[in-house]
């Protein structure tokens, strides 16, 4: 775990999520760049960003090296965003719970979800799991299990 995020707080996660709309601005324009691709918060955009993460990452190890940090936190803000509006959910980030699977990671939640989604997780999953379609995939479940409930 790096040392910045064994110091988080709740300040932190605050100004975190305020920054939040330049950082989703700043990886539209990073992945218009570098893939042509105009992303529009759609579903089908997580298969954009995913393709585009197994083009550029071996493995996730690739994508979690220090001078990737940013690029990984502009990532994960915006998939958590297409999963939030999906979802109806909000950013909530556990700081206290220690023995938490998603300690210290920003997650998706609502009163609905039995379990949170932390995009961090996702993101990087998908680079292992090749797939393609994995955190689509993931949020459509999502939304079919709250449907069922």
Do not use: C
Request: aromatic share 10%.
């Amino acid at each position: 775990m790096s040392e910045q995020r064994l110091k988080l707080t709740r300040d932190d996660f605050e100004e975190w999520l305020f920054s939040l709309p330049d950082k989703q601005q700043e990886f539209r324009t990073l992945f218009l760049d570098k893939t042509g691709i105009k992303l529009d918060y759609s579903i089908s955009a997580l298969d954009d960003i995913e393709a585009w993460l197994l083009a550029s990452f071996e493995k996730k190890e690739d994508l979690l090296k220090e001078d990737n940090k940013h690029l990984l936190d502009l990532i994960v803000g915006y998939v958590g965003e297409i999963f939030r509006e999906n979802l109806n959910a909000k950013w909530g980030i556990d700081l206290e719970n220690e023995k938490n699977a998603y300690f210290r990671l920003p997650i998706i939640m609502n009163d609905q979800m039995s379990v949170p989604v932390a995009p961090h997780t996702l993101v990087t999953a998908s680079i292992g799991r090749k797939k393609g379609n994995f955190i689509s995939t993931v949020l459509k479940n999502t939304i079919k299990n709250l449907n069922n409930h």
